[in-house]
């Protein structure tokens, strides 16, 4: 299976400062039909169900906020939000879906300094 | 608007069995994928089983092998995850979730408590 990791476990962040979130993979996870990573992005605030932000490595879901963005290549991968907002608080996760079963990583939990 | 609403959460002792369902309307059910993730309560997100449109291919993790059947009937735009066996590390709010890719629609998620 395919072990994601996440780092921090963690993060505090003051409001309109950058927040930035790891993700790392044990094995390749590109997708050769198209050349794109199969790495996803979720926040889930407490109470709620996930929420799909970010596919493909950085294509972000329509309507999600443009101060989410993904990047990343090879077997590492960075969640970042440029400027946080009080409504960001919440746990954000990885997860691959590049081969099953399709792991997410352990989760960050991302709070207001 | 799509909506998935999970249903037949329980208590159930150690040993014992299960059938979790899942509503599904707003969509075209019947040509995508379906995804059953769980969650132990204040853990992370594990990736359970998945099944492919017309219900050929079955996908598990290994914790669930033989233990856990997934299935769905599209004339009644419904998913299951038929549980036996129930250990109590399968306590965990279990989520239903359409895969277009990755996971873009989930449902609110049913509590199984595996307890004596």
Redesign the interface.
């Known amino acids: 299976?395919i072990v994601m990791t996440q780092s921090p476990d963690s993060l505090a962040v003051s409001l309109g400062e950058r927040a930035t979130i790891n993700c790392k993979s044990s094995q390749n996870i590109l997708y050769s039909s198209n050349n794109k990573n199969?790495l996803?992005w979720?926040q889930?605030k407490p109470g709620?169900?996930?929420?799909?932000l970010i596919?493909?490595t950085s294509t972000r879901?329509p309507g999600v906020p443009d101060r989410f963005s993904g990047s990343g290549s090879g077997t590492d991968f960075t969640l970042t939000i440029s400027s946080l907002q009080a409504e960001d608080v919440a746990v954000y996760?990885c997860?691959q879906?590049y081969s099953?079963?399709?792991?997410?990583?352990?989760?960050t939990k991302l709070e207001i300094k | 608007e799509v909506q998935l609403v999970e249903s037949g959460g329980d208590l159930v002792q150690p040993g014992g069995s299960l059938r979790l369902s899942c509503a599904a309307s707003g969509f075209t059910f019947s040509t995508y994928w379906m995804?059953w993730?769980r969650q132990a309560p204040g853990k992370?997100?594990?990736?359970v089983a998945?099944i492919n449109p017309d219900g050929s291919e079955k996908?598990?993790?290994?914790s669930v092998k033989g233990r856990f059947s997934i299935s769905r009937d599209n004339a009644k735009n419904s998913l299951y995850l038929q549980m036996d066996s129930l250990k109590a590390e399968d306590t965990a709010v279990y989520?239903c979730a359409r895969a277009q890719?990755?996971?873009?629609y989930?449902?609110?998620?049913i509590l199984v408590t595996v307890s004596s």
């Open positions: 299976d199969s996803a979720f889930q709620q169900p996930p929420k799909l596919y493909w879901v996760y997860q879906y099953r079963p399709f792991t997410f990583g352990q989760g | 995804t993730v992370g997100l594990e990736w998945n996908y598990y993790v290994d989520y890719l990755t996971l873009d989930w449902g609110q998620g």
